[in-house]
């Protein structure tokens, strides 16, 4: 069973810090592409970052770019979102989410395997 578990979201002011893990398991997710999506209550979901299967190479959503970092260990199968000098517009759903293939795509759809998801929720 393939499971991706999400954990680390909570309540944080303007400006603050949090860190979100997801724990895979059910398979070794060491080549497959893992990206982290958001979605706001009344908005599309959105692409936050996604880290190459096998590689240390990310990718960042713009509204993101110099905030956050996603990084994987690879002997816990985990993958980590770091959450720099948060606004109120990063208050959302954050969910996890795996593909097999070794290349980060922006696109949700192409994604086969998703979290439930962790509320982050910034205050001003």
């Known amino acids: 069973q393939v499971s991706l578990v999400e954990s680390g979201g909570g309540l944080v002011q303007a400006g603050g810090s949090l860190r979100l893990s997801c724990a895979a398991s059910?398979?070794?997710?060491?080549?497959?592409?893992m990206a982290w999506f958001r979605q706001a209550p009344g908005k599309e979901r959105e692409f936050v970052a996604g880290?190459?299967?096998?590689?240390?190479?990310?990718i960042y959503g713009d509204s993101v770019k110099g905030r956050f970092i996603i990084s994987r260990d690879v002997a816990k199968d985990t993958v980590y979102l770091e959450m720099n000098n948060l606004e109120p517009e990063d208050t959302a759903v954050y969910s996890c989410?795996?593909?097999?293939?070794?290349?980060?795509?922006?696109?949700?759809?192409?994604?086969?395997?998703w979290g439930r998801g962790t509320q982050v929720t910034v205050s001003s």
């Open positions: 059910g398979r070794t997710f060491t080549n497959y592409a």
């Open positions: 880290i190459l299967g096998g590689d240390k190479l990310a």
């Open positions: 989410a795996a593909r097999s293939s070794v290349y980060v795509t922006k696109r949700a759809a192409e994604y086969e395997y």
